[in-house]
């Protein structure tokens, strides 16, 4: 899409409009080019002053304590919270995705949306029911449970309502934290809920399972039991640790790909059924409308995405030179393939670096080298899936360099599938960034 044509594989020569580089242009060379101008524009010679010892290095540091703490420096590295005096209602904790970098997520920085606080349950007196459509009814205790095989898989979980922010009728001047944060990635470890399906021994006219949490709201949503054989998981480890308490300890359930709603923490219940059970949350807050006013009875996947990280607002350019746009893509459909990259608002595009490999329904990073020469630019990204499909979400086909791309299913849903999802970052000549729309 308006790409041209590179003088090589590490060519420095624009591939897309307003400067983006082929995204092999650094392989090689990468601190001549960053050298050269803007981010390497700090490196001085070592032979420019003398090497002296700082006041840190000249006494003893502190104790090593049991549990890691991270440095001072990195205190604004905190999640922001919308109900930070715990009033009785929803409370939402955003993952500072500006700050980090890489595809896991810190478990401390992960999002969480909870609607009656963080319950202080008892791992020893906590009890998984799994009954109704079954053979046999039973109890298992963590205990119990840990004695099953374990599975782990690094995916995202996102809230249905992650970047509602973009419905704004003018771009909302906040960083991703704000736009994006109710999506987070982590590694999670537990027993795949098929395995304890087949030790209750379902009946083959169910078709749903309603899995229910431990904690006040008792949230409880119908998943439907093709998923629940699939890749469900009762997870017990997070990034190789117990549980954190707001993400579900001791145990939760994961629906890889699917809204956040749908993996219910604290999870105590699961009852199987031959029909899905239309609950309180599902029929009153899951339910999009669309604009007929019709609504959708059910929508699970969360579908392909991306958006730039770095630079975004709340950075600034420092001088005109080469700098690395970098970001997050992931799909709920599958794994992602393809990023593209826009400096001009979408008039010509250029293949980013996917860090790799990438994984199944999980954030992947990507990359792309930028020569900014001090004029205004538009930053956004647009990825595709190994099915086809393309951010934004489309009622058309599209077609981007000979390759058909098939439009996701739901052009008009609630929550992250926004129609308008591509994320722009305006940059003026003074190197300021600002949210807009184009």
Known sequence: ????????????????????????????????????????????????????????????????????????????????????????????????????????????????????????????????????????PMVFTMDRLMRYPMVTRQTFVECGGNSALMF????????????????????????????????????????????????????????????????????????????????????RLLLPGWEGNMNIKYVRRIKITDQPAMTYYEARNYSPLLPDLKAYKFYFVNEVKSFITHPSFGTKLTEPGYYEISGIAYSGSGTIKRVMVSADGGQSWADAAIQGPAQDKAFTRFHLPWRWDGQPAILTSRAVDDGGNIQPLRADFIKTRGQSLKPVANPMAFGNNHYNSLTCWGINSKGEIAHVYV
């Open 1 to 136: 899409m308006g790409a041209s044509k590179s003088r090589g594989s590490g060519s420095d020569e624009p591939v897309a409009g307003n400067g983006l580089l082929h995204r092999r242009a650094l392989l090689g060379k990468g601190l001549m080019i960053a050298g050269a101008a803007g981010v390497g524009a700090g490196v001085t010679g070592a032979a420019a002053e003398p090497l002296k010892d700082d006041e840190w290095s000249a006494h003893q540091g502190k104790t090593v304590q049991p549990i890691g703490v991270r440095s001072k420096f990195e205190d604004n590295t905190v999640r922001v919270l919308s109900n930070p005096k715990g009033e009785p209602r929803t409370q939402h904790a955003r993952t500072p995705h500006h700050l980090l970098n890489g595809t896991i997520t810190p478990s401390h920085l992960h999002f969480t949306i909870l609607h009656n606080g963080i319950p202080d349950i008892d791992p020893d007196k906590h009890r998984l029911v799994i009954h109704g459509m079954v053979k046999q």
């Open 168 to 251: 704004s009728n003018e771009p909302v001047q906040q960083t991703l934290q704000y736009l994006h944060g109710v999506c987070s990635n982590s590694e999670w470890t537990g027993v795949l809920l098929s395995t304890l399906l087949d030790e209750v021994g379902v009946d083959p006219k169910a078709k749903w399972a309603l899995p229910e949490g431990a904690d006040t709201a008792a949230l409880t949503r119908s998943v439907p039991l093709t998923k629940a054989w699939d890749d469900a998981i009762v997870v017990l480890y997070q990034n190789g640790q117990r549980l954190m308490a707001e993400q579900g300890y001791p145990m």
